[in-house]
């Protein structure tokens, strides 16, 4: 499949935003969410800032509805190993992510070329568990009003946790760069949790006028049945990673952000039981074959007011 999803360019100076689903190939709700920005805009023909850009994580792993296939596209980000791709290219044993690497931070280059007021990636995706809408940022960003307009859950610490995500990696670059939890892998709420979140956020960056009383203008009607059970901010104590090979199984049941005990039995794993190493609030717990996390255990720092 086309790596571009959308290129919507006004010659005039603003913001470059680039909006970026299926890092995680089998999270689909965000390019469709994405494909139905870029058809609204071509269909209304908005007047708008800078320049958009929508584009395909890992292109392979989303026609075959996999997270990934040789490995995960969202914890190799990492300047030294980018070089050495580069420079080293050995198509014998090239593995299936390194193309997507190289092509997607190729796109991504060709638009970062220091013209914009602003540089913001839309990193989107989705969790294999419910209530799974949030923010992942960097705390020294939590405040930007991209995010804030959002208003959604706000981690901000789970890149001390997580090595090698694209958005540390573009953060450094000097990109406002987030990822987008919009909820259950395939549901309608997070492809319209989605598609509202990319409009609210294009508003709150001044890349487009806010289209009063429209369908595109419908965010704060879509979060409210269920922001207020939220928290505002949470800080991320623990983790639990897992191999492939140790034959983790959650416990059913659990949601984001549900509360646990310290000593409560999560999860078990072909050693026995996993339990709870603190008090707190469960965090993308793992529903879902592949992945290297079985789940976090975070605390609220900040109450929703
Ligand atoms: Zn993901």
Not at 51 to 72: C, H, P, Q, S, W
Not at 105 to 124: C, M, R
Request: net charge negative.
């Amino acid at each position: 499949m086309n790596r571009v999803l959308g290129i919507k360019d006004s010659g005039q100076p603003g913001p470059l935003i680039i909006l970026l689903g299926a890092v995680h190939g089998n999270e689909t709700t965000g390019v469709h969410a994405i494909i139905n920005v870029f058809r609204s805009l071509e269909e209304w023909n908005l007047p708008f800032r800078g320049k958009i850009i929508g584009l395909v994580g890992n292109t392979k792993a989303y026609e075959m509805g996999e997270r990934f296939l040789d490995y995960d596209l969202n914890r190799c980000w990492d300047e030294e190993f980018v070089h050495k791709l580069r420079t080293e290219h050995d198509p014998a044993n090239e593995q299936a992510e390194d193309f997507e690497l190289l092509e997607l931070l190729g796109e991504i280059e060709k638009h970062d070329n220091g013209k914009y007021s602003t540089k913001v990636l839309v990193d989107l995706h989705a969790t294999s568990s419910d209530n799974g809408n949030f923010i992942v940022i960097p705390d020294d960003e939590a405040d930007n009003v991209i995010v804030k307009s959002l208003q959604l859950p706000i981690i901000i610490d789970l890149e001390k946790h997580l090595e090698g995500t694209l958005m540390e990696f573009l953060h450094k670059r000097g990109f406002v760069a987030f990822a987008f939890e919009g909820g259950l892998i395939g549901s309608d709420r997070a492809l319209n949790l989605h598609t509202s979140g990319i409009w609210e956020l294009l508003y709150a960056a001044e890349v487009l006028e806010r289209q009063h009383d429209h369908e595109f203008s419908r965010y704060d009607q879509i979060i409210e049945s269920f922001i207020h059970a939220l928290p505002h901010k949470v800080s991320v104590l623990h983790r639990h990673r897992i191999s492939g090979q140790d034959g983790f199984r959650m416990d059913p049941g659990y949601h984001n952000f549900q509360e646990v005990k310290k000593g409560e039995h999560l999860a078990v794993n072909n050693e026995g039981g996993i339990f709870a190493a603190c008090d707190g609030l469960i965090f993308m717990p793992l529903y879902q074959k592949q992945g290297d996390d079985g789940f976090f255990i975070v605390k609220e720092i900040e109450g929703r007011i």
